[in-house]
């Protein structure tokens, strides 16, 4: 399926990005970025129009790159600035710039068309800003999968049971249903267990020893950035599930970035209603989720290879995978519309009049 | 060329299964196997029907196995026994199931119609069961190459001079013509070397200093089951052929298993009248047995990515071909057999009647 | 692009040759090549007619070489001489053998119809036997890209500056232009750079510390052998650009031989009117090539690596381009010539007439 190119991915860090020249890819298009002496980060289409190095190959002439090869010089508008051996410089030499936003110590590029990225619809949580949280950013998880399915796993409580069953889940969720609901332009699937023995997770970092009440929220942002909001309180307190931040809140967020149809990063980092300030208690976080997601690496990836062999048979749907159904379906949806919207107005059709 | 499915085929060696889940492939088809509570060995389809994931990405409970992503739980038959999430057990919810038969310490699959499946006709040997006689299982050899060109390997003794000169052949065969015939299902491809110094292997087993009659009959039962019965006698015995069980004579088996269209295990294994009971002789056996292998992998995998580059020439056959080239015809015979067999009744032609 | 066949290649140094069987390909033909015991270098066909074995996998008997699998038997000129066996010699057993033709230590290859190879043509410099001049194999670089490009990277001296910046160019002659023309069938492309600091291999091997005028001329030869005619002298001399003997002067050499599409060796040398007979100079020289040559290799091996990826636009071409453009003429044309030239007469059209 072609990838949805209208539309905001996470390039990377703040502190990914410095003076030099970082390489990388996105939907299939490799992109050089850097930031430049007014602390602007750049992304520019990493191919020479002459004889095609990679510009990342090349070096950094102030804030302009200087192809390696043959020093043909580019700005940060992909301009071409100098073609050594001659004094014009043709119209055919450009490379694409691509539309850059950076808030919260995120980087975000827009992969399609520059005049159509609004950084207003750039995705953002008040709880970036609020003091009474923590913001605490991980790493790039690297999937050898296609972003579909990993993003399809942000909204599947289901499989924590199966394939966490130390730390995110565990056994008393099995068969505990799951509600699916759209809000917006975001799925939600979500479930509470109640009563419950606390999961790895919490018995660490909410101190519980008796039941907790137990809840998982998957949003799912099209086109793949997820918040998983969840939580523990003692069950003693029955809490309503609006009240979720009077309980020990976490809302883990991947922002996940297709490579190519076979490689996806996952971005991931968390922001917290406990331990704010505390960096050890992020260090003891992150390495209890390098356990899960190390988990859902091996599933995606065995998932993704048997994907490419032949089937025999279309694989099987069932109760639990209704927001998995409403994401394809809506990323089906979105592909189709930007894969149509060039054709511009429908051609009337001719009547040729025989006599 | 398709595989030919409706045979036996070897998975391994009895020790090779037991509680946990075993990934293998054998005709490109992925295979979960396991040995149950009760001591059968079990194979399914490896792919859950779900999402897909191998299901020997899971886990047993009891003597069923809970896929690894969703929990969805099959039996050994295949039949789906749980799905997490919901009550009803689609009908669509299963694995393929595979017949398996066990004997002698071998595990067989049949890879085709399971009600085609006939134990009868799984390979046997009296002398498995000879208390004259000694069995004793090597290992499994992996070659990067087509199971044909494995099997039709164990039906040309003349390879033996030329690729084995230390071990199981030596100059004394080069020029001895191979004689071929056909034993029912089996092909048979033999030659005597009379009154000629013995080979590196029964100078070791034999004892023999002075010069010996030395025999090869290569069986090779179709689809790739090969026997090959060699053994040598004092060239003063003038030994008649059916008097081999007077000499020292040893039956090397070889399973061959497809397991790609590129890529083939065998199994080997050896039978012998001499040394019996004799488990340190057995391990200078294998010794020998394994420089020779190597020698014959190291000539199949080069020949295989020969096969894999553009030809400008179709390859020419010899007068020691005979046994490699009747096999090759009755594999095609036996392929299109299959592949035809189930087109059912032949079509009557619909004549139309025009006025 | 096919390769031009109908053309000599180095396959090596006469050092890379002996009584081992050497494999190796050329324009995508697998070769086994060995010395006979008379000395002359013989290069057949790497796949046995049988089944297929690699030549190269068998062993030396006397001057013909023995198939590794059944002992089918070849002499220096691809005839058979046994099958193992049989007494006949069939027609079809036989391998390709290649025309090799050996001069000042480097062992030429022609690919095509052997009828065709003229020894006269093989590349040659009056240097290679003068004692006023010094002559040293290098090495074969090894490099993951077409040939074409590898070549063109020769009649391209704009490319010195940006990627051999301390070696063989600096940024004095980033804007000097370069002049191109024709030498009968080869391509020339120079520019003199007067009146400038010398770069680091001439402040190193000229012994000059103040300002020198430096000379490059670059003459490729169809298809792929490239002379590096570059040197320095004193800029007080003002030195006529036909004088250039009367300074510090180096021709590098390059046969570029393809391998494959995607792999190219290039066996470098040069020749020197300095520090004769200096064979710690030959070293210290080498090293210094090789720093530049991994830099053209790491250039050439990205560019390809691009080539392979889809492209949005036409690359474009600039003003230092003239050479590579006219090289690429040129090989089409040869290329054209080749796949034509067999086509034979053109058929006259067979009128029917009707009544």
Not at 10 to 36: E, H, K
Not at 51 to 70: A, F, V
Not at 74 to 81: D, H, S
Not at 140 to 166: K, M, Q, R
Request: charged share 25%.
């Amino acid at each position: 399926m072609p990838f949805i190119r209208n539309a905001w991915y996470v390039a990377g860090w703040s502190r990914d990005f410095g003076d030099d020249l970082v390489a990388l890819t996105i939907t299939g298009q490799t992109l050089v970025m850097y930031r430049t002496s007014t602390g602007e980060v750049v992304a520019l289409e990493d191919r020479c129009p002459h004889r095609q190095l990679p510009l990342s190959k090349g070096k950094r002439i102030g804030d302009t790159i200087q192809c390696g090869y043959h020093g043909m010089t580019f700005n940060g508008q992909g301009k071409c600035t100098r073609v050594p051996g001659q004094d014009n410089l043709p119209a055919s030499a450009y490379v694409d710039a691509y539309a850059v936003h950076e808030r919260h110590g995120i980087v975000w590029i827009w992969m399609g068309d520059p005049t159509l990225a609004d950084t207003d619809t750039v995705f953002d949580l008040p709880e970036f800003s609020d003091p009474a949280w923590h913001a605490h950013q991980g790493e790039g998880l690297h999937i050898e999968a296609n972003y579909l399915n990993v993003a399809e796993n942000l909204v599947d409580p289901a499989h924590v049971s199966f394939v966490h069953p130390t730390t995110l889940g565990n056994a008393s969720s099995e068969n505990v249903p799951v509600h699916v609901s759209t809000q917006g332009k975001a799925i939600v699937a979500w479930r509470w267990i109640r009563d419950a023995p606390p999961i790895g997770f919490f018995q660490k970092f909410g101190g519980f020893s008796g039941n907790v009440d137990r809840w998982h929220y998957y949003y799912l942002h099209l086109p793949s950035t997820a918040v998983i909001d969840f939580g523990s309180a003692d069950a003693a307190l029955n809490l309503p599930e609006d009240d979720r931040n009077k309980g020990v809140r976490i809302f883990a967020l991947h922002f996940v970035t297709p490579v190519t149809e076979d490689y996806t990063i996952d971005h991931w980092m968390h922001l917290r209603n406990t331990a704010v300030g505390d960096e050890a208690a992020s260090g003891q976080m992150d390495a209890m989720f390098k356990i899960a997601f190390a988990e859902d690496k091996e599933i995606l990836e065995a998932c993704h290879a048997e994907e490419k062999r032949p089937q025999k048979r279309k694989p099987i749907r069932i109760a639990i995978d209704k927001g998995p159904n409403v994401y394809r379906k809506r990323i089906r949806d979105l592909v189709e519309a930007e894969t149509t919207e060039d054709l511009g107005e429908p051609v009337a059709p001719t009547f040729i009049q025989h006599e």
